[in-house]
C-alpha cells in the first residue's frame, strides 16, 4: 500500500496560519471577558480590599474620634496589638473563641450529616421535614436570637418550664457565668444545622448508587458502608462545609450580642464582640485596638483554615 505524498510547503502555509488566527484571541473578545471581569474586580476592591486595608490602618494609629475627623492620627506600629494582648479580656475572650467555634462545628456537622442520611432514604414526607429544618435558616438572626433569649429565660422561659415539669431546678442560662457561654452555643448550633444538612444532603445525592450495590455484594454492612463508602466520598464536600462553617463561626456577632452582650462578667465575650465593644461600646471608643482584635479575627481564620486543608491533602494522600 503506498503512502500519499505530503502537501507541498507552499499549501501547507495557509493552513497553519489560519490555525494561529484562529488561536489568537480577537481584540473584541479580549475587551469582553475584561467588562465580565470588572464587577467582580470592583466589587472585591470597595468591599474586601478596602475595608481590610482601612482596618489595618486603624490598628497600626491611635485613632481617637477627633483624629479619626480630621485624619491625623499619629502612626504607633503594632503597639494596639501589644495593648490587646495584654490585656486581662484576651486569654478569656480567645478561650470563649475556639470553645465557641470547635463546639459548634463539631454538633452542627454531625447533626446536620445524620440528617442527612435520615432523609436520604426518600420517604414519603422527606421533602416536607426538610423544608421544615431550613426555617432556621432562613429567619433573621436577630428573630432567632431573641427567641432564644425568651426561651432560656430564668424566670419564664419555656426550657426551663419544661425542666420545672420534671422537678429540676431553674437553670440561669443567660446570666449565670457557668451557663452563658454554652446557652450562645446551642443557639448557634440550632441556627447552623440547616446549612450542613442540605450541603451534605446534596454531596450524598451525588453518590452513584451502583456503589452502594457492590459494597453490598461484597457484604459490607451498614455501618461499613458508611464508614468505606459514604464518609471517604462526602470528603471533598465536608471540607468545604467545615470550612465555610469555621469561617462563618468566628465572626459571630448577633447571637452573642443579642442573648448575652458578651456576660456576664465576659463569661461568653469572644473576639467579635470584644471588637465591637471597643470599637462602638464606649463612650469613648478605642478605634486602634479595636481593629488590631478584628485583625487578629481574621488571622485565626486563616490559620484555621489552612491547618485544616493541609490536614485534607494530607488524608487524600
Do not use: C
Not at 297 to 311: D, K, N, P, S, T
Amino acid at each position: 500500500m503506498t503512502q500519499a505524498p505530503a502537501p507541498p510547503a507552499a499549501a501547507r502555509a495557509p493552513a497553519a496560519g489560519r490555525g494561529r488566527r484562529a488561536m489568537a484571541r480577537p481584540p473584541s473578545r479580549q475587551w469582553a471577558a475584561w467588562a465580565f471581569l470588572a464587577p467582580v474586580v470592583v466589587y472585591l476592591a470597595v468591599f474586601y480590599a478596602y475595608p481590610l486595608y482601612r482596618n489595618l490602618d486603624l490598628s497600626l494609629r491611635d485613632y481617637t474620634v477627633r483624629s479619626f475627623v480630621r485624619g491625623d492620627a499619629p502612626f504607633t506600629g503594632t503597639a494596639n496589638y501589644a495593648k490587646v494582648v495584654a490585656d486581662p479580656t484576651f486569654g478569656p475572650a480567645l478561650w470563649h473563641t475556639v470553645v465557641f467555634t470547635v463546639v459548634s462545628l463539631a454538633f452542627q456537622f454531625t447533626i446536620g450529616l445524620a440528617l442527612a442520611m435520615f432523609f436520604h432514604r426518600n420517604f414519603r414526607l422527606s421533602a416536607t421535614l426538610r423544608a421544615l429544618f431550613l426555617v432556621p435558616w432562613l429567619l433573621p438572626l436577630i428573630v432567632s436570637s431573641s427567641t432564644w433569649s425568651w426561651m432560656l429565660n430564668s424566670d419564664s422561659g419555656v426550657v426551663n418550664a419544661v425542666l420545672g415539669a420534671f422537678g429540676a431546678a431553674p437553670v440561669h442560662w443567660l446570666t449565670s457565668p457557668d451557663w452563658s457561654l454554652w446557652s450562645v452555643v446551642i443557639a448557634n448550633i440550632w441556627i447552623g444545622i440547616p446549612f450542613n444538612l442540605v450541603v451534605l444532603y446534596s454531596g450524598l445525592q451525588a453518590i452513584d448508587p451502583v456503589i452502594y450495590e457492590a459494597a453490598e455484594i461484597d457484604g459490607a454492612t451498614g455501618w461499613t458502608r458508611f464508614r468505606r463508602v459514604t464518609f471517604p466520598l462526602l470528603r471533598p464536600v465536608s471540607a468545604i462545609t467545615l470550612l465555610l462553617g469555621l469561617v462563618y463561626t468566628l465572626k459571630v456577632f448577633d447571637i452573642i450580642w443579642i442573648m448575652t452582650r458578651g456576660g456576664p462578667s465576659g463569661s461568653s465575650t469572644t473576639f467579635a464582640t470584644w471588637s465591637y465593644r471597643l470599637g462602638f461600646g464606649n463612650l469613648l471608643p478605642a478605634f486602634g485596638p479595636g481593629a488590631a482584635v478584628g485583625n487578629l479575627l481574621i488571622v485565626m481564620a486563616l490559620v484555621f483554615g489552612l491547618v485544616y486543608i493541609r490536614l485534607q491533602r494530607r488524608q487524600a494522600f
